[in-house]
T-cell receptor, first 115, second 113 residues
Framework: KAGVTQTPRYLIKTRGQQVTLSCSPI?????VSWYQQTPGQGLQFLFE???????NKGNFPGRFSGRQFSNSRSEMNVSTLELGDSALYLC??????????????FGPGTRLTVL | DQQVKQNSPSLSVQEGRISILNCDYT??????FLWYKKYPAEGPTFLIS?????DKNEDGRFTVFLNKSAKHLSLHIVPSQPGDSAVYFC????????????FGRGTQLTVWP
């Protein structure tokens, strides 16, 4: 079974621009979570989607948004980029078949650099 | 508010010896714990997990121990191999938080020959 894939792997943008990152979960996985990793803050939760609905959101400004499609693929968008948005953006998928906790499996990440 | 803490940023161990990575948490609502391994420029790779109803889980060279009363868990790697050199993240989950894992800051493990 193919793992979680993320595109693009690397991205360079300038301040003020916007960016869209894509994530394809493991086949059959219905939940997609997004995280931001920076050296200073570690892995911070952005949001989670299940059946095209955002179920949970971390403490990030409204410039960070996302969506999920009917095939469970997900995108996240960052508008009006700031230098501090430079980070590794990771998505993770899980089965989410019931109330108990599922293991999350991560993609390779998208390295975003804002100049 | 760091609810999951890995107080040792680095650990150096000789090949063949035991590596013990530690993790503490503050939220008693956490009911599932995971360890991930991460190489530079890659996403975290799931290693092993443990439910709060257990105190030990083993998978090959990796064993995770959970001490709920102390809110502490540890990952034991025996024997350690140079390929184990990576950053190890401890993560915790509450069943009600819908897809959110709480991560520690990670411990860089270096296994030298």
């Amino acid at each position: 079974k193919a793992g979680v894939t993320q595109t693009p792997r690397y991205l360079i943008k300038t301040r003020g621009q916007q960016v869209t990152l894509s994530c394809s979960p493991i086949s059959g996985h219905r939940s997609v979570s997004w995280y931001q990793q920076t050296p200073g803050q570690g892995l911070q939760f952005l949001f989670e989607y299940f059946s095209e609905t955002q179920r949970n959101k971390g403490n990030f400004p409204g410039r960070f948004s996302g969506r999920q499609f009917s095939n469970s693929r997900s995108e996240m968008n960052v508008s009006t980029l700031e230098l501090g948005d430079s980070a590794l953006y990771l998505c993770a998928s899980s089965l989410a078949t019931g109330p108990s906790t599922d293991t999350q499996y991560f993609g390779p990440g998208t390295r975003l650099t804002v100049l | 508010d760091q609810q999951v803490k890995q107080n040792s940023p680095s650990l150096s161990v000789q090949e063949g010896r035991i590596s013990i990575l530690n993790c503490d948490y503050t939220n008693s609502m956490f009911d599932y714990f995971l360890w991930y391994k991460k190489y530079p420029a890659e996403g975290p790779t799931f290693l092993i997990s443990i439910s709060s109803i257990k105190d030990k889980n083993e998978d090959g060279r990796f064993t995770v121990f959970l001490n709920k009363s102390a809110k502490h868990l540890s990952l034991h790697i025996v024997p350690s191999q140079p390929g184990d050199s990576a950053v190890y993240f401890c993560a915790a989950d509450r069943g009600s938080t819908l897809g959110r894992l709480y991560f520690g800051r990670g411990t860089q493990l270096t296994v030298w020959p």
